[in-house]
């Protein structure tokens, strides 16, 4: 494509990343460019940190139904991820050496997977079926005496099916086995507690929330322990070294309360933006597929084959809207998605798959002219 970043584009691309809140943005702009201290600092401007990082944390413990102090604040989802997995490998290690996961996770989990695997770790990795979903009794097989952690991510970047995170972990941890997911997708978007997940620890994505790039968090039930991923100082409880990303802290303390003050209004508003999308493109091509759960999945996220058609050829021609040919982190032009592959979905309808992603920025006055040129880039690939 060769517009410009500052050309107006409709932005349907909310599970790559989302705008900054304006809300968001005006709960940072003090520390930006008056408040500045280390919170580590015992003077004013110390203390003023200090209580900054600590409003968030109990802004994201809010959210997440946590304690404060189980609230880890890291750079990003992938940080979360890696601390949860390493973490749990290293403390249980005495335990057994064995992990299960699903064969349709981020790469922020299953690479850090296949590392451990390198250091003498086995991964079992569910398979899903045509909706992308795991069952739970396929991973209650997988348990073995030697299982210490079962990571499985809530919803999927990619067809938005959401997976039967609670029972799995019931499954898990009747057997004392840890449980962790990956909620980058699903946080802000539908519910998402310690408690109505049942899992042991939570991640968190802070741009995937309306909140600044490089901020996330790990969120820990109460009594999980885990040996730092970083060595250093004891910030954050002695849990992350570091002094703290404070303008990104508070920028996501704030995404929280907003998202928990709003979050059902808002997944009424992405349903509806949503099924509108939906509903066009299938009545314009009734020989296209929607990928995912139809009813398991994120409110905000449709991801569609079309047949005879190249998804980067659809994009190329789609100069005034954003969306993706897959996940966004880690797409290719010509090789279908791993997703996809994991799902049986025939690759003439992976190659021709657009991800479409409204967010709380859609409006209603950009879906008819967002469907109208999906629908004229389609006909242009497939001819």
Not at 53 to 65: C, N
Not at 325 to 331: I, M, T, V, Y
Request: proline residues 6%; glycine residues 10%.
């Amino acid at each position: 494509m060769n517009n410009s970043p500052a050309d107006p584009v409709i932005y349907l691309d909310y599970n790559a990343t989302t705008p900054l809140d304006p809300r968001v943005a005006e709960a940072m702009l003090p520390f930006l460019e008056r408040f500045f201290g280390n919170p580590s600092s015992s003077h004013a401007q110390g203390r003023a940190m200090r209580a900054a990082v600590d409003k968030a944390r109990s802004q994201a413990a809010g959210l997440l139904g946590a304690e404060p102090e189980g609230i880890i604040f890291t750079s990003g989802g992938t940080e979360a991820n890696n601390h949860a997995i390493l973490g749990a490998a290293v403390s249980r290690a005495h335990r057994g050496r064995h992990i299960v996961t699903s064969a349709v996770e981020h790469p922020a989990v299953n690479a850090v997977c296949h590392h451990l695997e390198s250091l003498g770790f086995t991964t079992s990795y569910v398979p899903v079926d045509r909706m992308g979903r795991v069952d739970p009794e396929a991973v209650a097989k997988a348990l073995t005496e030697e299982t210490i952690l079962v990571t499985l991510m809530h919803a999927n970047n990619e067809v938005g099916t959401l997976q039967p995170v609670a029972e799995v972990a019931r499954l898990a941890r009747a057997r004392g086995i840890l449980t962790h997911s990956d909620c980058a997708q699903s946080v802000g978007k539908v519910p998402v507690t310690l408690d109505l997940l049942g899992v042991d620890m939570i991640s968190v994505a802070g741009h995937k929330l309306y909140a600044p790039k490089g901020v996330g968090i790990l969120c820990l039930g109460k009594g999980v322990e885990l040996p730092p991923l970083m060595h250093g100082a004891d910030h954050e409880a002695g849990r992350r070294p570091g002094t703290e990303n404070i303008l990104g802290i508070v920028g996501l303390g704030q995404a929280c309360q907003l998202a928990e003050q709003e979050l059902l209004q808002e997944e009424s508003h992405l349903v509806d933006l949503r099924d509108r999308l939906q509903t066009g493109l299938l009545a314009a091509f009734p020989n296209s597929r929607v990928h995912g759960d139809p009813i398991n999945r994120l409110p905000n996220t449709l991801s569609i084959g079309f047949p005879g058609a190249a998804a980067w050829e659809i994009m190329d021609n789609l100069p005034g809207v954003a969306v993706s040919a897959g996940a966004a982190c880690h797409d290719g032009k010509t090789v279908g998605s791993q997703v996809l592959r994991a799902m049986g979905v025939d690759s003439d309808f992976a190659r021709g798959t657009l991800r479409i992603s409204v967010g709380r920025m859609t409006t209603e006055a950009e879906i008819q002219p967002a469907l109208a040129a999906i629908v004229k880039a389609v006909k242009i690939s497939q001819k």
